[in-house]
């Protein structure tokens, strides 16, 4: 069990003496749940579509929410003393430390807002003054949650749950995390190696030989760029966009719906993801390569579309594009770029761009357009 020291929020009444607790034991005392779901919750605080999140602490990430709560002391349910997670990851991880560490979010609440919406969606405003510390922290998380643990998405190759192996990684980080908050300079030495992975990605791709074309009414953005690049640079000024179509040197292609879509993300309204299995199926009509386009399945965290050689597992999926073997194609890049928007202008025809979409809804949208 992991404890906070009792701290008083500035004008508000003593914060309870949160702790930790792994996700197994959600039902031995009333516990707070952060970035997941689970019956028996005295509060949900998620942003998880579909999830009890009160409606006035909705947030795009479920760090986010946790924030809101911490100014809302009067939120049923607050009280509870245990904080738990059914996984480890960096927008999870922030919202469990802030109800831990009350005074000291509040204190850093944008920054941790950052830090929190880097880790879930790649997406930063590299013009914000705060954005380079973010950045700093979230290679911190990863580099040390790499080194000392597991990857993410890696513990059932591991043969373990990862609701449980991960209540390891809270345990060694919850108290660590504060100090880096204070000074990143402390975490330099893990954090330096990705964050320089990333400045470099992020010049190249502010370059000559990046362009990028954008079509807001379908929610997607082109980038064109030699090589790929980790998901921070790529994705990072992607913010209003839930579709990439990357387009790199050698006819390598990939198409990313991103996690923006699976979560009710509550800033802005947006389409819902449509399957990829029929965009797949055309460009195989078309595809003279030794490869053929597969997609993932409409409920992953971030389908992809791209050429397959051997399977990828979670894991590699979810890591950065330049650590993936990425295949040429026969096609030229603005066949591929034509066809994925004409596909997206049609599935999109009718549909009117709303929030808090339902599983429901996504797949009757999907529906529609693999009957068409």
Not at 18 to 46: E, H, K, N
Not at 169 to 187: I, T
Not at 316 to 339: F, K, N, W
């Amino acid at each position: 069990m992991l404890s906070t020291d009792h701290v008083t929020d500035s004008g508000t009444a003593p914060a309870p003496r949160r702790y930790f607790v792994p996700f197994a034991q959600l039902r031995r005392q009333p516990t707070i749940v952060v970035d997941s779901t689970g019956l028996g919750a005295a509060l949900t605080l998620a942003h998880w579509r579909g999830a009890a999140t009160p409606v006035p602490l909705r947030d795009d990430t479920s760090a986010g929410s946790c924030l809101r709560a911490l100014r809302a002391p009067g939120t049923a349910g607050l009280e509870a003393q245990a904080v738990t997670a059914n996984h480890f990851d960096i927008d999870g991880f922030i919202g469990v430390w802030a109800l831990l560490h009350p005074e000291l979010a509040l204190a850093h609440e944008n920054l941790l807002r950052l830090v929190a919406t880097l880790g879930d969606f790649r997406e930063i405003d590299w013009y914000n003054p705060l954005a380079d510390q973010a950045l700093q922290l979230a290679c911190w998380l990863n580099a040390e949650e790499k080194a000392r643990f597991y990857e993410p998405f890696g513990a059932p190759a591991r043969r373990r749950r990862e609701d449980e192996a991960s209540a390891e990684k809270f345990a060694w980080f919850l108290p660590r995390f504060a100090e880096v908050l204070r000074c990143p300079e402390v975490g330099r030495a893990a954090w330096q190696p990705e964050y320089d992975r990333v400045q470099q990605a992020r010049s190249a791709l502010q370059g000559p030989l990046t362009h990028r074309t954008d079509y807001p009414a379908i929610g997607l953005a082109v980038v064109r760029t030699p090589a790929p690049v980790p998901y921070y640079a790529l994705f990072g000024p992607t913010g209003g966009f839930d579709w990439v179509l990357s387009l790199y040197d050698g006819q390598r292609y990939e198409l990313e719906c991103k996690y923006t879509t699976w979560i009710d993300l509550a800033s802005r309204p947006t389409l819902p993801r449509l399957p990829l299995a029929p965009l797949a199926a055309r460009l195989n009509e078309l595809e003279r390569s030794s490869y053929r386009w597969a997609a993932d399945q409409l409920t992953d965290t971030g389908p992809l579309l791209r050429l397959t050689g051997r399977p990828l597992t979670k894991a590699e999926r979810y890591a950065d594009p330049d650590g993936r073997p990425i295949y040429a194609s026969s096609l030229a890049a603005s066949t591929v770029e034509s066809e994925v928007v004409a596909y997206l202008q049609k599935g999109y025809a009718n549909i009117q761009p709303k929030t808090y979409w339902t599983w429901a809804e996504v797949r009757a949208a999907s529906s529609e357009i693999v009957n068409r």
